[in-house]
């Protein structure tokens, strides 16, 4: 057992007692509230963070105002948004270790893991978002003006900087998820209020005091740590506020959509999903049931894009199923300090009942329990579980679980496949395993998500817009989709 020692900055940090940043000042909360975090690999406290009241968001997304509209920010060229943006990539790299345990200790996930793929993929992010930063263009435009038709013009489209940007984000992947916002956000040249998941500030904190490190001018960017209901709602309603990016639940989603609406606030949504794999009767049958496993067991099934609906073709079902059964029975389950530990525990006792409540709901509708279907503690565990002889408009397979659980339906052939596929309120992303390149084009386009896998899945790269159909969300993060996300565009017409 090869446990992680921490680094002595680690414990450093959580001992502190971390504070919020606004403008340049690291605050309590205005009303001295503070807010437990826990470990949830043990269930037992980790430290405690300021809860912010309306009055602390407020003056954040003040000192984001004020940044944006007049401070040496608003006059930055492009080519120090991108030095900026690879410096602070940098002090990542170099704190890669310190945020993985961080990662680890406040939301139970792997520190290996997070060392190489949180941590990795986010500064990946910010690198590649810091060469779209010398590349926003405009554009020049012949225009006819007919009612002027004895005048000259000279015509152009701008595309400018949306300005304040409140940003809210979920508990799986706190660093990552903060990252895709923060990357376009600081490329433009906006600035950021952001409002981490009540359960899990610790790297959003970290990463504010690598911002403040890298020379970012006070106010660029400001975090409040909070509960939703209080500090995410400050945030949503704020009329200083210019543009919401939000990932979370598809529920508190479409109430932030609806307010973004009254006051027309530029919105983007990256919401839940119920994703499809799709295993054909061609497929390499072996890395189809790896592929599948770890589609939904990694990060504890706490994936948006999670394949947690599996659908293989009829004659290898019995087959895959064992396979995939095999390779969670043979999970280590642990703390995510052990580097050992194949899984973690879920986020929080409340996910742990959540997911509970879905397996007993299986159970008691008689579908059969493949393997897993037990939960343990201390800390928040649920094993793997894969469940069989469930119909495709159970709840189970209808609804978002966001835990280490899969649900496997057989089917005859290809439109079967899809019809099931696309039977989902969600269309986030999709995997069809096959070898038959015919037969995969002819899937790709009637799969109704923002992300098609082939032989492959979850599998996200910086230069790919990821997002939703339906109940997943509006608009797209990462890839340049991102920067017009970010961006306002205006047309100027100048009479010679
Ligand atoms: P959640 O919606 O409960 O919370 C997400 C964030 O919203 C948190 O910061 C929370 O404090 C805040 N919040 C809660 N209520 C609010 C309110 N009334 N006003 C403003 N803010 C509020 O979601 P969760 O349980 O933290 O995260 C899990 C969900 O996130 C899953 O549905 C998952 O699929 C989704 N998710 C989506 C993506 C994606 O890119 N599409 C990525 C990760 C997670």
Redesign the pocket.
């Given at each position: 057992m090869a446990i992680a020692t921490l680094l002595p900055a680690t414990t450093a940090f959580i001992q502190r007692a971390p504070r919020m940043l606004i403008g340049a000042e690291w605050v309590e909360a205005a009303d001295g509230q503070t807010m437990p975090l826990r470990n949830p690999a043990t269930g037992e406290q980790l430290c405690v963070v300021p809860r912010a009241t309306v009055d602390d968001v407020d003056r954040a997304v003040l000192a984001a105002r004020q940044a944006f509209d007049d401070s040496p920010w608003s006059r930055t060229r492009p080519r120090e948004r991108q030095n900026l943006l690879w410096k602070l990539a940098d002090l990542m790299q170099r704190d890669a270790e310190l945020l993985a345990q961080l990662e680890c200790l406040n939301n139970g996930k792997s520190a290996a893991v997070a060392q190489v793929m949180d941590v990795q993929l986010a500064i990946d992010f910010l690198r590649y978002m810091a060469g779209w930063a010398t590349k926003i263009e405009g554009s020049s435009v012949e225009v006819s003006v007919p009612l002027m038709p004895d005048q000259q013009f000279h015509s152009f489209i701008r595309r400018e900087a949306v300005g304040v940007v409140g940003a809210?984000?979920?508990?799986?992947?706190p660093l990552l998820?903060a990252c895709w916002k923060l990357g376009p956000a600081l490329a433009t040249g906006c600035t950021v209020v952001l409002?981490?998941?009540?359960e899990t500030p610790l790297t959003a904190l970290k990463l504010a005091e690598l911002v403040q490190e890298a020379g970012y001018p006070d106010g660029v960017f400001n975090v409040v740590t909070g509960?939703?209901?209080t500090?995410?709602?400050a945030?949503?309603h704020n009329p200083r506020v210019d543009k919401l990016t939000?990932?979370?639940?598809?529920?508190?989603?479409k109430?932030?959509g609806k307010i973004a609406m009254d006051s027309m606030t530029r919105v983007t949504l990256?919401?839940?999903?119920k994703s499809p794999t799709i295993v054909m009767a061609d497929a390499d049958l072996g890395s189809a049931a790896a592929g599948a496993a770890s589609a939904i067991f990694f990060n504890q099934g706490q994936?948006?894009?999670a394949g947690s609906r599996l659908y293989v073709q009829r004659k290898h079902f019995d087959k895959v199923v064992a396979d995939i059964a095999g390779i969670a029975n043979a999970m280590k389950l642990g703390s995510g300090l052990d580097a050992s530990v194949d899984m973690g525990p879920l986020i929080s006792a409340r996910q742990q009942e959540r997911v509970w409540r879905y397996i007993e709901m299986g159970r008691e509708s008689g579908a059969t329990i493949a393997c897993g279907g037990e939960q343990f503690g201390p800390g928040y565990f649920v094993k793997p579980t894969v469940i069989v002889n469930v119909d495709q408009q159970h709840s189970l397979v209808q609804e978002?679980i966001?835990g280490p659980v899969l649900v496997a339906i057989p089917f005859d052939d290809e439109a079967d496949a899809l019809r099931m596929a696309n039977d989902s309120p969600y269309g986030?992303g999709a995997s069809i395993w096959s070898n038959d390149l015919a037969a995969v084009h002819r899937m790709i386009p009637r799969i109704k998500s923002g992300s098609v896998w082939v032989n492959c899945h979850s599998a996200l790269d910086p230069a790919l817009p990821?997002?939703?159909y339906k109940m997943?969300?509006v608009g797209r993060?990462m890839g340049y989709a991102a920067i017009e996300h970010y961006t306002e565009l205006k047309s100027v017409l100048i009479k010679l």
């Open positions: 809210i984000v979920a508990w799986n992947f998820l409002k981490p998941a009540d509960t939703g209901i500090a995410g709602a945030l949503t939000f990932t979370g639940s598809t529920a508190v989603g109430e932030i990256e919401l839940g999903g994936v948006c894009c978002e966001f986030l990821f997002g939703g997943s969300g993060e």
